[in-house]
């Protein structure tokens, strides 16, 4: 079993930035695949970014260039630095955990099995 608590979320200006952080409860969070979802207000929940356990990172399109992921498993801590914010990346964000290492599902929610509550990102024009 896995816990992941968010935290860091809060209301920005466009151009700020802001860094999130998942801590993840248990011994094997170097072996997971950590992800990074969102779902703003009447949209589905869509994928933001991924770290594998061997150091694979992934981006949507939305994010690259502005999102940086990171991870450190002497702290069971999972980061998502957001730069550059738009009005459009407001959302609730999500930290997930999916047992699986590599593989192509990264970006499907289905395949995380642990999930945080949510850091709410605000970001005003």
């Known amino acids: 079993q896995v816990q992941l608590v968010e935290s860091g979320g809060g209301l920005a200006q466009a151009g700020e930035s802001l860094r999130l952080s998942c801590a993840a409860s248990?011994?094997?969070?170097?072996?997971?695949?950590m992800g990074w979802f969102r779902q703003a207000p009447g949209k589905e929940r869509e994928f933001v970014s991924a770290?594998?356990?061997?150091?694979?990172?992934y981006y949507a399109d939305s994010v690259q260039g502005r999102f940086t992921i990171s991870r450190d498993n002497a702290k069971n801590t999972v980061y998502l630095r957001l730069n550059s914010l738009k009005p459009e990346d407001t959302a609730l964000y999500y930290c997930?955990?999916?047992?699986?290492?590599?593989?192509?599902?990264?970006?499907?929610?289905?395949?995380?099995?642990?999930w945080g509550q949510g850091t709410q990102v605000t970001v005003s024009s």
């Open positions: 770290i594998s356990c061997r150091g694979f990172i």
């Open positions: 997930a955990a999916r047992s699986a290492c590599s593989g192509s599902g990264y970006r499907q929610g289905y395949e995380y099995a642990y």
């Open positions: 248990g011994r094997t969070f170097s072996s997971y695949t």
